[in-house]
């Protein structure tokens, strides 16, 4: 019995996904088992913010890789909700929608260089919260 096409492809696009999953780095024989946690304690994130935004925010610290080619690109505050600011001051970043077809509503919009102002969207810039993110 021939299975569907769709099947194929989600098996496949399955594998790629969890191979592509960082992975815990090996502790050393002898190591004690504690040796691959981190020492630092993870930022205390908005209870608003969802889990897909905390790897944005990251990333973001780190200064890439991200996903999509519009990440990190000028945000021109045309709605003109967030401050007024010279252009280039913000920037904006896609947060993951689970199930959506697309980059979805969710965005991260940042401001400064290096970012220090944080705001969130979740309806594709009709509102914004603003965050805070410790170093």
Do not use: C, K
Request: proline content about 12%; overall charge positive; aromatic content about 12%.
């Amino acid at each position: 019995m021939r299975r569907p096409l769709w099947i194929i492809v989600a098996l496949i696009a399955l594998g790629l996904w969890l191979w592509a999953q960082p992975r815990a780095p090996a502790t050393a024989p002898g190591a004690p088992a504690t040796a691959a946690v981190a020492t630092t304690a993870p930022a205390a994130y908005p209870a608003f913010l969802p889990r897909e935004a905390h790897a944005v925010l990251a990333r973001i610290a780190q200064g890439g890789p991200f996903p999509y080619r519009q990440d990190g690109g000028v945000f021109s505050n045309r709605e003109r909700l967030l401050p007024p600011q010279s252009r280039g001051y913000y920037r904006e970043y896609t947060v993951d929608t689970p199930g959506s077809a697309d980059r979805g509503a969710r965005r991260i919009i940042t401001g400064g260089s290096p970012p220090h102002e944080y705001w969130y969207t979740d309806d594709h810039y009709r509102s914004f919260r603003r965050f805070e993110v410790s170093p």
